[in-house]
């Protein structure tokens, strides 16, 4: 879908304007203050270009934020044409307190593309390229999905590695991963930076497993779409698991061409936080597109 990569600076540009206006509450220790000056500056930047688009799935209605919410229209165009998923600031604690990972982040595709769901979590697998025809599935038990990996990698279990937000709520699924002695990086935030990361080779991870926000796993799912790796979802609702809910794939949650868009507001494993030469700020920023597999970095400075 050309019109995807026509509009795709200027969605970076979205999360830039979030991104720089999160930044100036960097270790304030007010997160409410931070996202709610990421919300307003992606709105308005998103209200002046010329589409129209709705948000699918956003942080909203969950965190009792300033927005953007679920079924909100954006763009000064006339004719419907993108679903939007979005998370003005992936991580507002980090935010509020300096610390790592937290990040402006965006995916759009074609209208009535985008799953959408008033729950507010989902279990998600993620898995890079090297993993993504190794058969992991939801339908499995963690244990079996971790040996399976570790066969396919020919590696032995210790050296396998699964990232987990810490939560009460993975407490069974830490205790899976110790008893079979595979590695475990637990988390405090920012589970979309976690499944990008099990799709780069670099990054030791290679897996990330676990409960998290429903419109993260959107997300996520159409970065891994864009990079070739593996996802699943499955709604949780209400915080506690429910197994006939149905298992999402990529496809199911992100139909056909979409792209992703992140720009760091503090530093990160993928992305550098805004910094400030003077009063200008500088951003560091990523573009995904499904439909060529193009990962592009982009370092911007920005005017006074």
């Not at 760091?264 to 499904?290: A, Y």
Request: proline fraction near 5%; aromatic fraction near 6%.
């Amino acid at each position: 879908m050309d019109s995807l990569k026509n509009i795709g600076l200027e969605m970076v540009r979205v999360t830039e304007a979030a991104a720089i206006a999160a930044s100036r509450w960097v270790g304030s220790g007010d997160k409410i203050a931070a996202d709610t000056a990421a919300v307003d500056a992606m709105r308005k930047r998103l209200d002046s270009l010329p589409i129209r688009a709705e948000i699918k799935i956003g942080e909203g209605k969950k965190d009792k934020s300033a927005g953007l919410f679920q079924g909100e229209f954006v763009g000064c165009g006339s004719e419907l044409l993108y679903d939007i998923a979005v998370d003005p600031i992936e991580g507002t604690t980090p935010t509020a307190e300096g610390g790592p990972e937290a990040l402006s982040v965006m995916a759009f595709s074609g209208h009535d593309t985008m799953f959408t769901t008033e729950a507010h979590y989902m279990l998600k697998l993620a898995c890079g390229p090297r993993l993504a025809k190794a058969g992991l599935s939801l339908e499995f038990p963690l244990d079996y999905n971790l040996k399976l990996a570790a066969d396919w990698l020919n590696k032995p279990l210790n050296q396998l590695t699964v990232c987990m937000l810490k939560r009460p709520r993975h407490d069974g699924f830490v205790d899976v991963a110790r008893r079979l002695g595979v590695r475990l990086k637990l988390i405090q935030d920012c589970d979309v930076s976690a499944g990008i990361a099990a799709c780069l080779p670099d990054s030791g991870i290679d897996i990330q497993y676990g409960v998290g926000g429903a419109p993260e796993a959107v997300i996520t799912a159409a970065a891994i779409k864009c990079m070739g790796g593996f996802f699943q979802g499955q709604v949780w609702p209400n915080d506690c698991p429910d197994w006939s809910e149905p298992i999402l794939g990529v496809e199911e949650l992100v139909k056909g061409p979409c792209c992703f868009v992140g720009t760091g507001v503090t530093n990160g494993s993928m992305l550098k936080g805004v910094r400030w030469d003077q009063r200008s700020p500088i951003t560091h920023s990523v573009f995904m597109r499904s439909t060529s597999g193009t990962v592009r970095f982009i370092e911007s400075w920005h005017g006074n």
